[in-house]
């Protein structure tokens, strides 16, 4: 019995034995060995939890980085990432190592809908197509009766008859700012703009900032880092991916219309482009120019392309209630410059240094995505003394790049003088990346530097931002701030 007995344990032990080895093997397999940068030490499951602020998690990274270097080693729950700091830091990974580093990372919360599809989260042959053909149709936009300078000038005109209807009383232009950016992306990708009170486009704008808003949410910031097994348990991590589904559905429709009036010699707009793609293609089974990668690709261009250039726009007029010396040179610079009787054009620039730096340092100060989306490392590489495996997961502060009191004195303070020289020309910083840096650098980058410069001076020759509140002082602004209804008071200057 006892002989019996002590079979059986052997027996329990050796399986045992063989499991733990397999799991220590996959592990190793998993984690490939390198030399990772120093970090907090990590807690089984729940990794490094314990050193971020969720309330304020980019200067819980930025404490990290003063305790452990500009490269440090991170785990968000299970996952490992290693997290780069600083312009310096920045540019030696994104562009000295472009290559190495021109993997997109993990990002659960999306990764469920894109699938490795579209341009933003795809890797390899297929990203590298994807991207070109985007980067080519949007910078030679020769679709259509217009250019995407033209469909900016058109739509922001519709945007002053809705500021001029506000009579100078108080009004929150969050929504019409919204309205008139999504629209910008609407009359390339569809090829029309839509009526503000429009309501495919009420609902197309509803389903935009509800995805937006759940990106943010304590359910997606967990699921980023358990995803392995929160995708088989109900929750609140599930409305992002029926949000995005509703998107895509709304997409492919938008598709069927495009293809049932496609005329291939006459392209309308960006979906037509993509559709004369796939029709060349047809016959080659390693196209890219697929219908998934077309609905994809045009949802990546949609989340590029509105909240975030909106929510500048919020913020330069905020900032302009609250320096109104600043408001009254630039107003001074666009009546000299474009005068009263023309709409602005991006020409106009060149010779708007001021203008142009104000823009700059807002989008420097504001920091609307402090954390740029993440990357991956395609290839063993050594990087600062460290060996980071393939597959290596790395995010990158942008932030800490554009706070840098290496390239911006006094970083935390609103000062257009930080991109003008000794005499008021108009000089480009390299730790100026608010659309990241190297071969993933944003799509829309052209478009969106577009977009900032000619809204902003179009309104401004216009209208004056002025506050039911009184002066707003000259301290410093937190980012975290938001443009309130009883803030934003624009009196006409006609």
């Given at each position: 019995m006892n002989n019996l007995f002590s079979m059986e344990l052997q027996g329990v032990l050796t399986i045992l034995l063989g499991i733990c080895l397999i799991f220590v093997a996959a592990w190793k397999w998993k984690h490939k060995e390198g030399?990772?940068?120093?970090?907090?030490?990590?807690?089984?499951?729940?990794?490094?939890?314990?050193?971020?602020?969720?309330k304020d998690t980019l200067k819980s990274l930025l404490t990290l980085r003063d305790k452990y270097g500009p490269v440090y080693t991170l785990y968000l729950g299970p996952r490992r990432v290693v997290v780069l700091c600083g312009h310096d830091v920045l540019k030696e990974a994104l562009v000295d190592c472009g290559e190495q580093f021109s993997g997109r990372g993990e990002m659960a919360t999306l990764d469920q809908t894109c699938r490795g599809f579209g341009f933003a989260f795809?890797?390899?042959?297929?990203?590298?197509?994807?991207?070109?053909?985007?980067?080519?149709?949007?910078?030679?936009?020769?679709?259509?009766?217009?250019?995407?300078?033209?469909?900016?000038?058109?739509?922001?005109q519709y945007l002053l008859e809705k500021f001029r209807k506000t009579h100078g009383l108080p009004f929150d232009p969050t929504f019409l700012l919204s309205c008139t950016t999504s629209n910008i992306i609407c009359s390339i990708v569809f090829g029309s703009r839509f009526e503000y009170e429009d309501k495919t486009f009420l609902y197309l704008l509803d389903v935009i900032n509800k995805a937006f808003y759940e990106m943010s949410t304590p359910w997606a910031q967990m699921y980023e880092m358990y995803s392995g097994i929160m995708q088989h348990l109900p929750g609140g991590h599930k409305r992002l991916y029926n949000l995005l589904e509703e998107l895509n559905t709304f997409i492919a429709e938008r598709i069927k219309i495009n293809q049932e009036t496609l005329d291939p010699k006459n392209p309308r707009d960006f979906i037509d482009c993509f559709l004369i793609e796939m029709e060349k293609e047809k016959g080659d089974p390693s196209t890219e120019f697929t219908m998934t990668n077309l609905i994809i690709t045009v949802l990546?261009?949609?989340?590029?392309?509105?909240?975030?250039?909106?929510?500048?726009?919020?913020?330069?007029?905020?900032?302009?209630?609250?320096?109104?010396?600043?408001?009254?040179?630039?107003?001074?610079?666009?009546?000299?410059?474009?005068?009263?009787?023309?709409?602005p054009a991006v020409k106009d620039r060149v010779n708007m240094p001021y203008t142009n730096a104000v823009i700059h340092e807002i989008q420097r100060l504001v920091d609307i995505l402090p954390v740029g989306l993440p990357h991956k490392v395609t290839e063993d590489i050594e990087f600062r003394g460290y060996l980071l495996p393939k597959d290596t997961n790395i995010i990158t502060l942008l932030g800490s790049a554009l706070h840098d009191p290496q390239y911006f004195s006094d970083p935390e303070i609103f000062n257009p003088e930080h991109f003008l020289d000794e005499e008021g020309h108009f000089k480009k910083i390299d730790a100026f990346v608010p659309f990241s840096a190297g071969k993933r650098a944003c799509v829309g980058e052209p478009m969106a530097r577009m977009e900032l410069?000619?809204?902003?001076?179009?309104?401004?020759?216009?209208?004056?931002?002025?506050s039911s509140q009184g002066s707003q002082g000259h301290g410093h602004l937190s980012p975290n701030k938001v443009l309130c209804k009883d803030l934003s008071l624009f009196t006409s200057l006609c």
């Open positions: 030399r990772f940068p120093p970090g907090p030490m990590p807690l089984p499951f729940f990794g490094n939890l314990l050193q971020l602020n969720p795809s890797n390899g042959e297929r990203w590298k197509k994807l991207r070109h053909f985007s980067l080519i149709t949007l910078k030679n936009f020769g679709m259509g009766k217009c250019s995407i300078e033209e469909r900016i000038q058109e739509e922001s990546n261009l949609f989340f590029a392309g509105t909240e975030t250039i909106s929510s500048t726009l919020r913020y330069l007029f905020l900032l302009m209630l609250k320096y109104p010396e600043v408001e009254e040179k630039v107003h001074q610079e666009i009546d000299c410059v474009v005068g009263r009787n023309r709409i410069f000619l809204y902003f001076t179009t309104i401004l020759q216009n209208f004056a931002v002025k």
